[in-house]
């Protein structure tokens, strides 16, 4: 029998993409929160793992949620225990795929299609669009898992095939290594998950082999982090660590115990009647969930490997915890909510201040990668969020009875909140600035590196005058922050000239670091004249 390749390869195409598109869908309409709920609700390590399993189960991707992860790691604002929760919790919520396949619905497969596809084609509102991204991805998944199944029917009639299925029930190590092969050059665990489950539906293999190649998948999703990991952070190191020892660890302990872990699988599909793919999908859910049972008593004791074998000092986690913006207190005692707020602007003030060395880092890492870049877009959302929070509850105390003092206080905040708000958004321009360089694959000259460095560290000690002026109202300070206001000025000015004269050299042959070059001398500037707006938004009376 000849066996439909462009189906197989069409169908698993449709696939994959499903699932990811599916799963920036839901991403882009969960927004901000994601990130939110994981900083949130993770200070204790069962909350992490019940988060990481939700987040993966909304996303549907273990990998997205292990990014996600190392960045607010990476950012300081959580500890690598809290992420080796996040990860356990993430091997939990990857096993739902396999779960609604085993459902069946690929028959309702293209009436999904055409839904998300009306939604997408007439949908206004972002909100509405990104809905329909999901809706439209939940259709191609099963449409092309439908397509593939077909085909992969013919494969337990190709003797080959067949000759290799009977050794990998007979050897299942042959299974868990061609599953880790699989996952690991596809980067989807679900994605062979599901073509274990229709092969094992059509009779393609035993169900010895079929539950190795599920446990294979297990080691192979880790190949997305230790990818991620190399030349990265120590963050992003350690955290890829903890999720390959912990799967590695609980696959070998799976494929000890495989031959009793079927005959209980057979048991209980005599018991519930289960179909073959609901079989499968079974098989992998008890699997990871008992493995994360097991391992989750030991989780501090396997940081503490994870970080015997991977030495370094971990970033300062950040408290950016905002539970003293009570409901009550600007209703009753206004003073004393503005007294939380400006509490909560100084961890803003440390976020803002955190991204934008670590965009000074992204400037002077030749190696700096998408991970880099998404940890300063983390960062950055969280600085959104908070601006958010800040401002609604400072609304709040406006309805409130305020004495002319506390009014004054009020409208400092507001400004300082939103000058802080405009330096993230100018950091996260700087980033994007220096990634078009990286990605036209060339340089600046030493020179404007040395440049820039002499601006970034004017910058940071022009924040830490202005916040400090905020908090203390020290107006020599005051005037001082404007002679270095100044003095960045004449910076930016004399930069620009000598990068003008470098061009005319021929020492900047780059067009693109020539191009934008400009444009960062410029946000540079701005993100200073923020600080000095802080500043200013404390003495007005004084100008």
């Excluded at 299942?172 to 679900?190: C, K, R, Y």
């Excluded at 094992?200 to 190649?213: R, S």
């Excluded at 350690?238 to 020892?245: D, E, K, M, Y």
């Excluded at 509850?393 to 009020?410: G, H, N, P, Q, R």
């Amino acid at each position: 029998m000849n066996i439909s390749w462009d189906a197989i390869l069409g169908g698993f195409g449709l696939f994959i993409f499903g699932i990811k598109f599916m799963g920036d869908g839901l991403k882009s309409l969960a927004g901000d929160k994601l990130r939110e709920y994981i900083d949130k609700y993770t200070s204790k390590p069962i909350m992490a793992v019940l988060i990481g399993t939700l987040i993966t189960v909304v996303i549907q991707s273990s990998s997205a949620t292990t990014a996600i992860t190392i960045g607010l790691v990476r950012a300081g604002l959580m500890k690598l225990e809290q992420a080796a929760g996040i990860v356990m919790g993430a091997n939990i919520g990857t096993t739902i795929t396999a779960f609604i396949i085993g459902l069946k619905v690929e028959k309702f497969a293209l009436f999904f299609v055409f839904a998300g596809a009306l939604i997408l084609c007439f949908g206004s509102r972002k909100k509405l669009h990104y809905l329909g991204e999901v809706i439209l991805g939940f259709g191609l998944l099963f449409y092309g898992l439908r397509i593939m199944g077909d085909a992969l029917k013919a494969l337990k009639d190709i003797p080959e095939f067949i000759s290799f299925a009977q050794l990998a029930g007979e050897q299942p190590i042959l299974a868990l290594v061609a599953s880790t092969l699989m996952t690991g050059l596809i980067q989807s665990s679900s994605a062979v998950i599901g073509v274990v489950q229709k092969i094992y539906e059509a009779g393609g293999m035993p169900l010895m082999a079929a539950i190795a190649f599920v446990f294979g998948s297990n080691i192979g999703t880790t190949i997305t982090g230790i990818f991620a990991a190399i030349g990265g952070s120590l963050a992003a190191k350690r955290t890829a660590g903890i999720h390959t020892l912990f799967n590695v660890v609980g696959t070998l302990l799976g494929m000890l115990l495989l031959v009793p872990y079927v005959q209980i699988v057979i048991y209980l599909t005599g018991i519930f009647n289960l179909s073959p793919m609901m079989q499968i999908a079974v098989a992998h859910i008890i699997f990871n969930l008992v493995t994360t049972l097991l391992f989750f008593p030991f989780l501090k004791q396997m940081c503490a490997l994870v970080r015997k074998i991977i030495p370094g000092n971990e970033p300062e986690k950040l408290d950016v915890n905002l539970d003293g913006l009570s409901d009550v207190l600007p209703h009753t005692l206004p003073s004393s909510a503005l007294n939380v707020v400006r509490e909560v602007i100084v961890k803003m003030n440390a976020v803002v201040e955190h991204n934008v060395k670590d965009s000074q880092k992204y400037l002077m890492n030749s190696k700096a990668n998408a991970e880099d870049k998404d940890n300063i877009l983390q960062s950055e959302g969280l600085i959104n969020s908070l601006d958010k929070k800040i401002v609604d509850y400072l609304l709040l105390i406006s309805k409130a009875d305020m004495t002319d003092s506390d009014f004054v206080e009020y409208n400092l905040d507001l400004q300082v909140v939103k000058n802080l708000e405009r330096i993230g958004d100018l950091t996260v321009n700087l980033t994007e600035f220096y990634e078009m360089v990286k990605e036209d694959k060339s340089n600046f000259t030493k020179e404007a590196i040395n440049e820039l460095n002499s601006m970034y560290e004017l910058f940071y000690h022009m924040i830490n005058s202005a916040m400090d002026i905020y908090l203390h109202k020290d107006y020599a300070k005051y005037e001082a922050l404007m002679e270095d206001e100044n003095y960045m000025d004449l910076l930016e000015y004399e930069s620009r000239q000598r990068h003008f004269e470098r061009m005319r050299d021929g020492k900047c042959s780059s067009m693109v670091s020539g191009s934008v070059y400009c444009d960062i001398l410029s946000n540079m500037e701005r993100m200073a004249d923020h600080c000095c707006n802080i500043s200013k938004a404390v003495f007005v009376d004084k100008k």
